[in-house]
């Protein structure tokens, strides 16, 4: 397919601003360089991102340009991922003065972000799966910052693994594939003719590989211990990596989509997912320490976004990985503040606010049904209706019931207002402009849809039941259980890092 010439011209242009936004980095490790350097080096960085906006924003021919595959959804995570890279380095100008790794750390944050955004950009398996393992071994290095930290180490090394593990997982899967159809970009090898080439056990292998390499940086059971680990990392580093790159399995998906169409291996990742998302849920309500109830929130999310993945809402997905990014980084960077403001904050009786409560979770099953009887012949629309009615009714809960005082209830039920309606008009946006470069498989048995959402139906109730029942045993024995699996390996924890009395 032929590409204009100004696609090629942008191109070029974009890897020569990643290319001196790597030289700045290198150049920024100097001793000899002074540290006000870095804010020169946040304006060379700024360029990559604004090319990639400017041909996102210009993209109107779909096509390969050598080893490249240019449309909307390349452009559009080059572009977020290089975006939240910048705005983070920003604010680590001065959150990580004085650190001992803090020209280092810019260097690495340049070159993981610059690699992520290579990996969506690559027309070629082979160049996809070499980027990809350059983005994990970066953000590995960004875990064991400080190397003088016994506690960064040990995650550093957890993390390894696994995402060693997740890595040749996608190589053998992507060897597989080429041994069946003889080709590496993706846009030749995914056709419908070499598809049908694809035998029943083939199809399958090929898709569990798949499965197991997004499962992994995605934190889902049973893999999530790199994530929780990995809280020691510097608050930056946590927000890259829950903003930026434990959603890189729904462009995996998506870009794997042609093949990923129901089967076993889309049974294997509804379930897993379902199950990460009851326990990610749990983990961010018992603890109380400020980061692993991210990390909880993270993996329960990452397990709807890959929910909607199995049941071939793709462009659903990419728009949920996009807006869960934005707001989970804004989270880990106003994390301190948000530490005072809870410690200052006192709620308000629950009893009095019964009528509150139970009018969100009405209002949460009606939004929920509009929205399912939209198109109810869909078997993605009944997941989205259920996550979106529950979302409401958690939301409503938080905002407006626990308000503090008529005013507080105004003001929370004025912003869930506003949020909805900006949702559904990024929602809408997103959807057409996706919706010709975006492959929208077929969907799994009506069956397995009902079995998900009775499964996290099931999960709701439980959890309800025990909450109202905390003299039981059981919600001991469910809430330490909980409190366990959010917790790290004792090698991976200190009461105080003693590298620091060195």
Known sequence: ????????????????????????????????????????????????????????????????????????????????????????????????????????????????????????????????????????????????????????????????????????????????????????????????????????????????????????????????????????????????MHAGLVNAGGIILTRFSPIFNGGIASIVLLILASISVLIGSGISLVQVDYKRQLVGSTIGQMGFMLIQCALGAYIAAIIHLILHGLFKATLFLQAGSAVRRIEGSTRVNERSSYFWIMAGRILGIVVGCAFWLMAPSEGYQLISSLILGWSFSVSWTQLVAFGEGRIGRMAGLTFLGGTAIVYFIIHNLFYEWLNTTVFQSAQPPMSVVILVVCLLLFGSAIGTWVSRNRSSVSFAVLYLWLVRLGEAKPKSVESHPNYLKQ
Not at 165 to 181: D, G, H, K, Y
Not at 197 to 212: D, F, K, M, P, S
């Open 1 to 240: 397919m032929l590409v204009s010439l100004s696609s090629s011209t942008l191109l070029s242009l974009f890897f020569i601003m990643l290319v001196i936004s790597g030289i700045s980095g290198l150049l920024f490790l100097h001793p000899r360089v002074p540290l006000s350097f870095v804010r020169i080096h946040i304006g060379i960085v700024t360029l990559a991102p604004l090319v990639s906006l400017f041909a996102l924003v210009n993209t109107s021919v779909i096509g390969n340009v050598g080893a490249w595959y240019l449309d909307s959804l390349a452009w559009l995570m080059a572009f977020f991922v290089l975006a939240i890279g910048l705005i983070i380095q920003r604010f680590s100008v001065r959150y990580l003065m004085g650190d001992g790794s803090y020209r280092k750390y810019f260097t690495l944050f340049t070159f993981t972000t610059g690699a992520a955004s290579i990996t969506w950009l690559s027309a070629d398996y082979r160049l996809m799966v070499i980027s990809w393992g350059t983005t994990l071994v970066g953000l590995t290095l960004l875990i064991r910052l400080n190397r003088g930290w016994k506690v960064a180490s040990e995650a550093s090394k957890v993390s390894g693994r696994l995402f060693t593990l997740s890595w040749f997982s996608l190589l053998f899967a992507v060897i597989w594939l080429f041994q069946v159809t003889g080709q590496w970009q993706f846009s030749l090898a995914l056709t419908n003719e070499n598809v049908t080439q694809l035998g029943t056990w083939e199809r399958a292998g090929i898709n569990l590989l798949i499965v197991l390499a997004v499962i992994i940086p995605a934190a889902q059971w049973p893999f999530q211990r790199w994530l929780i680990e990995s809280v020691v990392a510097p608050t930056p580093v946590s927000a890259i």
